[in-house]
């Protein structure tokens, strides 16, 4: 996954603002206020005029914002906006907020917006901004690689051929070579001047990456995930066996909220995806699309209070569906994924995924002792 | 992801507690998207991030709710993992869960080492006059194991935004921990599961032929 972000302090708009008032910049602090700031890609050529800032600097108002220069301005459903005063009545999609906090330690917002208020861009060059980058098939990925795949073909191939021959060596011999390969891979396209360009844009790069990356494990998918699938085999089998005496488990027995059923039926659904895709990656946000289907608010318009779903409610309707759904081989997708997932973070959303998957796939050995007391 | 040119420090903090403490209202209160407020589409507690920028330093922070439950106590370390800071909270009108933090300290530290920032957080002082903690004993404690405490208030937004710019302005200190922590993690778990280094909870029966594989395991703690 990879969202927009960028440094706002590096930002020109940004920049401009500091140097040129100060005073807005101490003045929004008191406030609390916010500050709107167009992204780095939609700014103008030239400088900016100290005034202009004065519209980009909002005080909460009795009802939504006031610009320090008296404008209206709404913000909802990630939108600004733009009211009574400003000459076009318009909204501008916002791409991410960041709390500011001060050397006195006020604290105040900063919105990153797609566009100028006074610039007109056509909706196609904001979509592209605003969308999150993700490929999420091999045909997205054949589709952004175009002619590029063929060179890759011939490096698959080889490992393809070399991995029959190594493939009694061991798990970590194999991380190194699938490892490698990518490497190539990517050090491959990277000499093509025109790709070369265009990842200088960090979003570009990312998506390259994406797309060697699931290219690579659609083509090496069969060896790699049955050679993974047989060094798994033994613990897949006992875990098969646990669940298999769990077979009977209501979701009330196990202890999962009536309010998160209504969910189950779809996540399932998604879950079932999991065998057909074929890089960790793929692997992974289907895993994600699984936790957000659970998630989903399942509140109706008059609930008054709403229970917010804790990691405990999660855990419990994952091992509810790792349970009930048919997916043979838990340990060797986990092993796969982990293994052979090529940029890694720890902290983010995927991997809180991952680990509340991790966490479900142990948990029935738990269960298995104290499902009674229910 | 990193920014051009400038360095953005991720941060991942684990949150702990029992079930009616109020921990969900705590990260909901600190982390809500009041610019989206009409079109909620999930109502999730468990994984939260906010950005932050303090005085030119950017930081991301994720905020990891963990399984609480007793029966799934084992599964602590796997949501540990990586780990810059813990939240430990508990009721101030609910003596229980003050016992239950300081578990979860001793855990945490057998776990993770001296080195992790841990805070202890007394949550609902609106309920003042129903308290069963005392501030003395609680930040007394908090002392002791060498922890900071914070009095918050969910309901009236207190003391939460102080007690993520606290835990969010200790550079050195986490830039450092990833690695003491993963080693006082692989550690604790190999001693416990012959090799297991995955940070799983206990392996029991047939399952513990699993460590045949042992460079599978060891791959997982490269980070």
Redesign the interface.
């Known amino acids: 996954m990879a969202v927009y972000d960028e440094n706002i302090l590096k930002n020109p708009f940004y920049q401009a603002l500091e140097k040129h008032r100060p005073d807005l910049c101490s003045r929004v602090a008191e406030l609390h206020g916010i500050i709107l700031v167009p992204c780095c890609g939609s700014l103008p050529a030239g400088s900016f005029t100290a005034s202009q800032f004065d519209g980009y600097v909002l005080q909460p108002a009795e009802q939504g914002y006031q610009t320090l220069d008296g404008k209206e301005v709404s913000i909802d459903n990630n939108q600004v906006r733009l009211g009574e005063g400003f000459p076009n009545p318009t909204s501008v999609p916002i791409l991410f907020e960041e709390t500011f906090y001060n050397e006195k330690e006020q604290a105040y917002s900063i919105l990153c917006i797609t566009r100028p208020f006074d610039a007109d861009h056509s909706p196609e060059e904001l979509s592209t901004v605003s969308v999150p980058y993700c490929l999420k098939n091999i045909e997205d990925v054949r589709e952004f690689l175009g002619r590029h795949a063929v060179k890759l073909d011939k490096f698959v191939a080889a490992f393809c051929h070399s991995f029959k021959e190594q493939e009694r060596k061991g798990l970590r011999h194999q991380i190194d070579s699938v490892n490698t390969l990518y490497t190539k891979c990517l050090q491959l396209l990277l000499r093509d001047s025109r790709l070369k360009i265009l990842a200088r844009q960090e979003i570009q790069m990312t998506l390259l990456k994406q797309a060697v990356e699931m290219y690579i494990h659609h083509g090496i998918h069969d060896l790699l995930f049955s050679y993974v699938g047989s060094l798994e085999a033994s613990r897949d089998a006992a875990f098969n066996k646990t669940t298999r005496s769990l077979q009977d488990l209501q979701q009330k027995e196990l202890g999962v909220k009536s309010e998160f059923s209504i969910n189950i039926p779809r996540a399932k659904r998604e879950l079932s995806q999991l065998n057909s895709c074929t890089s960790p990656q793929q692997k992974l946000l289907c895993i994600r699309k699984v936790v957000l289907t659970i998630m989903q608010s399942t509140r109706h318009r008059d609930a008054v209070s709403i229970e917010a779903m804790c990691a405990d409610d999660l855990l419990l309707v994952i091992l509810y569906l790792l349970i009930k759904t048919e997916i043979p081989n838990w340990m060797a997708n986990l092993s796969y994924i982990k293994n052979f997932r090529f940029r890694k973070s720890s902290k983010d959303e995927l991997s809180y995924c991952l680990t509340s998957f991790e966490a479900a796939v142990d948990s029935p050995c738990y269960i298995r002792g104290s499902v009674r007391i229910f | 992801?990193a920014?051009?040119?400038?360095k953005?420090y991720?941060?991942?903090v684990v949150l702990l507690g029992e079930?009616c403490v109020g921990?969900?209202?705590l990260v909901?209160r600190y982390c809500e998207?009041k610019?989206?407020?009409?079109?909620?589409?999930?109502?999730?507690?468990?994984?939260l991030?906010?950005?932050?920028?303090?005085?030119?330093k950017?930081v991301?922070l994720?905020i990891?709710?963990?399984?609480?439950?007793e029966?799934?106590h084992?599964?602590g370390p796997?949501?540990y993992?990586?780990s810059n800071g813990a939240i430990l909270v508990y009721d101030v009108t609910d003596e229980d869960s003050f016992q239950k933090v300081k578990n979860w300290v001793k855990e945490l530290r057998k776990m993770l080492g001296n080195e992790i920032c841990l805070c202890i957080v007394g949550n609902k002082i609106d309920l003042e006059k129903d308290r069963h903690v005392s501030v003395e004993e609680a930040e007394g404690y908090a002392e002791s194991v060498g922890a900071k405490h914070y009095h918050t208030s969910a309901k009236l937004n207190k003391g939460i935004?102080e007690l993520f710019?606290d835990l969010c302005k200790q550079p050195r200190r986490f830039l450092t921990l990833s690695h003491t922590v993963m080693r006082a993690l692989y550690n604790t778990t190999s001693k416990r599961h012959d090799g297991d280094g995955?940070g799983?909870?206990?392996?029991?029966?047939?399952?513990r032929?699993?460590h045949?594989?042992s460079?599978?395991r060891?791959?997982?703690c490269r980070?």
Do not use: C
Request: charged fraction near 30%; avoid cysteine; proline fraction near 1%.
């Open positions: 992801m920014a051009a040119g400038g953005t991720s941060f991942k079930g921990k969900t209202s909901l998207n610019f989206n407020d009409k079109h909620i589409t999930t109502l999730q507690a468990s994984f991030t906010k950005k932050l920028n303090i005085t030119g950017r991301n994720a990891w709710d963990t399984a609480g439950q029966r799934f084992a599964l796997i949501y993992r990586d935004e710019l995955s799983r909870g206990e392996v029991k029966g047939e399952r032929e699993s045949k594989h460079p599978e060891r791959t997982d980070r």
